[in-house]
């Protein structure tokens, strides 16, 4: 199965002004902030790594930290750095290549939007190298759209709509944080968009101390 969904309206969306507005308008800004303000939580001076950064909306959340923005789409990356400079805090590039990539280390990795867009390989790869990227007390923690029991006809419809064809359930997306991190833990939301929607939060978290990942 390929990743994304890349014709037709889809298409549209690569494009920097299309993607922003069409998030305005679904209210995207209320998932950003929950992801950060309540599970991710930087403190001032850590160091934060957001993988499939887009356009850098998060950014705004994150102004106190060391920050590095990937993104593969040269045109999200490039309406990034003209919006929040320097442009060295953003990078196009594949995360697929995360491994041979020269970052440092990092106290938070986050992923808004980006593991459902990665099938399971390119994840857990992916993930493994992050963990790796880690301080010893530092999570990670991705937002995505998740398919739940019950779920409203509405929210069901939208997640099989999504450009990214890897909308997974709860426990896929703690399958892919599992092998590396002791600590996992998948929170669920309905009230993160202004309609009906449901988001999975999936955090690892590194040891204190000894090290990180698995
Ligand atoms: C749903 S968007 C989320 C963007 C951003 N995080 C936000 O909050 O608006 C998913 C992003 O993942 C990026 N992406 C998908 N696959 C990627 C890959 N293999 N490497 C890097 N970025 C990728 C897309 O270009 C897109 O910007």
């Known amino acids: 199965m390929s990743a994304e969904r890349r014709h037709g309206l889809w298409h549209l969306l690569s494009r920097a002004g ?11 800004e209320k998932w950003r902030r929950a992801l950060i ?27 106190q930290a060391d920050y590095l923005g990937i ?12 919006r929040y400079p320097p ?6 590039a594949d995360v697929a290549d995360l491994a041979a990539i020269e970052t440092g280390r990092f106290d938070v990795v986050v992923g808004a939007g980006l593991l459902h867009h990665l099938d399971d390989t390119v994840s857990q790869d992916m993930i493994r190298t992050a963990a790796s990227l880690l301080k010893p007390g530092g999570r990670l923690a ?38 590396v991190f002791q600590s996992v833990e998948i929170v ?3 009230d993160l968009l202004n309609l009906p ?8 978290r590194s040891p204190n101390q000894g090290g990180h990942g698995a």
Request: aromatic share 6%; charged share 30%; proline share 6%.
């Open 18 to 28: 299309v993607y922003d507005t069409l998030q305005a308008v679904l209210g995207a």
């Open 142 to 179: 991705m937002l995505d759209p998740v398919f739940i029991d019950g779920q409203h006809p509405i929210a069901r419809r939208l997640a099989e709509l999504d450009r990214g064809c890897h909308v997974r359930r709860p426990d896929e997306y703690r399958a892919l944080l599992s092998p």
């Open 87 to 92: 442009a060295s805090d953003w990078m196009a």
């Open 37 to 63: 303000e309540d599970h991710a939580k930087p403190l001032a001076g850590e160091r934060i790594l957001d993988l499939g950064c887009g356009t850098g909306a998060l950014r705004r959340y994150v102004r």
């Open 71 to 82: 993104d593969r789409n040269p045109d999200y990356i490039a309406a990034a750095s003209e």
């Open 197 to 204: 929607y449901n988001h999975a939060i999936s955090i690892g």
């Open 188 to 190: 669920i939301r309905d």
